[in-house]
């Protein structure tokens, strides 16, 4: 054999086994998101939807459905880390470029995840989750035989029918924006035009839903932080509290056992009830915090939430300064490339430091607009339960989450959070060569992510003040309504809080009388 023709099958051996190994680790990649995905379906789940109890052909129907809805949410959660893990890549192959053992890591490798991602997001959508649907709905046409094959038969009827719909949909709209004979031809390639147009679609939406959602959800985790963890109270005696507390659940419980609500007020027994386990969930709270340590009590929330106010703060100065990039540089705009080259040179000025903000920041936004999603109004109803959670609420959350999930790399691109470009099919969505509508994103982002920070932080230091002396207000009017020794920092409360005494606070103390009401 020539030595050329030796150096030329030398040259297709060595891509034929990088082919493999980056299928095999794209598989094993896969695998694990797969696995972890089922155990968290799988704690969500509701039981009694897939045993076999009452129903055979029904739970296994449920089983293939609950398979669909894994394999969805594996994909969501690898286009959550594909942005991050580019960027991680990128700058262990800048630190280590003649490493022998991560040679693996190359940028065919990134472009095959970023190719995977977009391929399984477009068939979960478009194809497995509707199809999951229908399935669980489906029963077989009427005079054919039961079985899960007649329920197949239909679903993929209804299926092909719904497609049918769609794309006469994207194609009467893609006449209308584009009325060439280019356009025309182009809308005859199902796979180079339909959709990747759809898609884009489907990406504008998800972004407008991250702008929507990140903002309130970067909200609503201060309160959600203040809830989880013990936050130091203003002018508060934890001990007092406790021992008032405690005394007026005694009392409480006192008049619920010997059946009388009052010697002199005609209470319901049901009220009296309400108001001691009202007591009792405020006294399991109280000594929780007793229980804290003084560091967890004075330190974790206060260290927290500057960790809040530090991400969105940077969040939204990197937005500010990629607006004026936008003004003045056009490089500024997201693009798509066809070649990731990595390891030349790092996306962030800061080096390791700044890719690794970015990857925290990506995560927050992440975190925040899912926070978001779930507490704002028209999806709450949506929100998974623990062990009882129905296969269509899970198939609902599986499309949710995968579209939001596949718009974040678009979304980070369009705020400049991060500086890597789009890879793939990513970078060919219409609408990121517009100016004026990633102009307007970033503002809107910047001026909803402000106006949601200043309001929540001022909302909160105003309820804590406000919180801080009225709640000593109350717990001294209470205590000496009860008969107990006041602090000198609650009679000081008192002493300052003229017509006190005029306050509809509840009466708790009951006088003896020598006979019986």
Not at 57 to 73: H, Q, S
Not at 128 to 153: D, H, N, Q, W
Request: hydrophobic letters at 50%; aromatic letters at 12%; glycine letters at 6%.
């Amino acid at each position: 054999m020539a030595p050329v023709e030796q150096d030329a099958l030398a040259v297709r051996e060595q891509l034929f086994h990088e082919r493999v190994r980056e299928c095999i680790i794209c598989a094993l990649l896969f695998a694990s998101l797969y696995i972890l995905c089922h155990f968290i379906i799988t704690h969500f789940k509701k039981h009694t939807d897939f045993t076999a109890v009452h129903d055979d052909e029904d739970a296994a129907v449920n089983r293939i459905a609950l398979g669909l809805c894994t394999f969805t949410l594996a994909v969501a959660l690898g286009a959550v880390l594909l942005l991050p893990f580019s960027i991680i890549s990128n700058e262990v192959l800048l630190s280590f470029p003649q490493n022998y053992y991560i040679q693996w890591l190359n940028g065919s490798l990134i472009h095959g995840l970023w190719n995977l991602v977009f391929l399984f997001s477009n068939m979960s959508l478009v194809f497995l989750m509707p199809f999951a649907y229908f399935f669980t709905e489906s029963e077989g046409f009427a005079g054919c035989k039961k079985g899960i094959m007649a329920r197949v038969y239909e679903t993929s009827v209804v299926l092909l029918l719904l497609t049918l719909l769609v794309l006469g949909m994207v194609w009467v709209a893609s006449a209308i924006v584009g009325n060439d004979a280019a356009s025309r031809q182009s809308l005859y390639d199902l796979w180079e035009y339909y959709l990747p147009y759809l898609y884009s679609c489907i990406s504008l939406f998800g972004v407008l839903l991250l702008l929507l959602c990140t903002p309130f959800g970067l909200s609503t985790m201060f309160t959600v932080t203040g809830k989880l963890l013990v936050k130091p109270r203003l002018l508060e005696d934890l001990d007092e509290q406790l021992s008032c507390t405690r005394f007026e659940e005694a009392a409480v419980s006192h008049r619920i056992r010997s059946g009388k609500a009052s010697c002199w007020l005609n209470l319901d027994m049901e009220m009296l009830r309400e108001q001691f386990f009202a007591i009792r969930s405020k006294r399991k709270k109280l000594e929780l915090r007793h229980r804290a340590s003084p560091w967890q009590r004075n330190l974790g929330y206060p260290l927290a939430m500057l960790g809040l106010l530090a991400l969105t703060g940077i969040s939204v100065l990197i937005v500010c300064f990629h607006v004026l990039e936008l003004l003045l540089d056009d490089a500024a705009m997201p693009r798509g490339i066809q070649d990731a080259s990595l390891g030349q040179v790092s996306f962030s000025i800061f080096g390791s430091f700044g890719a690794a903000l970015q990857v925290v920041l990506i995560f927050y936004l992440m975190l925040s607009s899912v926070v978001g999603f779930y507490s704002s109004p028209l999806f709450t109803r949506l929100l998974p339960e623990r062990q009882d959670t129905p296969l269509t609420k899970i198939i609902g959350n599986c499309v949710s989450l995968l579209v939001l999930s596949s718009a974040l790399p678009v979304f980070s691109r369009t705020l400049g959070i991060t500086r890597f470009d789009l890879l793939g099919d990513f970078g060919r969505f219409n609408w990121l060569g517009n100016f004026y509508i990633v102009f307007l994103y970033n503002m809107g982002f910047a001026g909803l992510t402000t106006l949601c920070l200043v309001k929540r932080v001022s909302w909160a230091v105003q309820a804590e003040l406000i919180r801080a002396f009225g709640e000593d207000r109350d717990m001294g009017t209470q205590a000496w309504l009860l008969g107990c020794p006041l602090s000198p920092s609650l009679a000081l409360t008192l002493s300052l809080s003229p017509g006190l005494h005029k306050l509809p606070l509840p009466v708790t103390r009951c006088r003896t009388r020598s006979k019986p009401c």
